[in-house]
Nanobody, 122 residues
Framework: HVQLVESGGGSVQAGGSLRLSCAAS?????????MAWFRQAPGKQREGVAA????????YYPDSVKGRFSISKDNAKNTLYLQMNSLKPEDTAMYYC???????????????WGQGTQVTVS
């Protein structure tokens, strides 16, 4: 069964904005300590673009999107969001949401993934 479903992708011009949504099952949403957004462009490796830990008390963004992307969640709706502003052509990729929990070393293991939503910036 699909437990994570992304939506909100589309085509925008450089400088534009998009808000991606990730609807999760209540069990995954409430039970996952680690929540994140990843992206992957054709021929390139997958990279994390935003992560939320400890119920949203700790957030992480790589330098490539820092100041432009923002991760948030709505507990009542069991939904994770990624607000993307000042989009650049380099942001073009398939975006995925993922959830999981810390492994034995404390690092997050993202074992649940959505099917992805395409973002194209021109």
């Amino acid at each position: 069964h699909v437990q994570l479903v992304e939506s909100g992708g589309g085509s925008v011009q450089a400088g534009g904005s998009l808000r991606l949504s990730c609807a999760a099952s209540r069990y995954l949403f409430s039970g996952s300590i680690c929540m994140a957004w990843f992206r992957q462009a054709p021929g390139k490796q997958r990279e994390g673009v935003a992560a939320s830990y400890r119920g949203g008390r700790t957030k992480y963004y790589p330098d490539s999107v820092k100041g432009r992307f923002s991760i948030s969640k709505d507990n009542a709706k069991n939904t994770l969001y990624l607000q993307m502003n000042s989009l650049k052509p380099e942001d073009t990729a398939m975006y995925y949401c993922a959830t999981g929990s810390p492994g034995y070393d404390g690092s997050c293991r993202y074992n649940y993934w959505g099917q992805g939503t395409q973002v194209t910036v021109s």
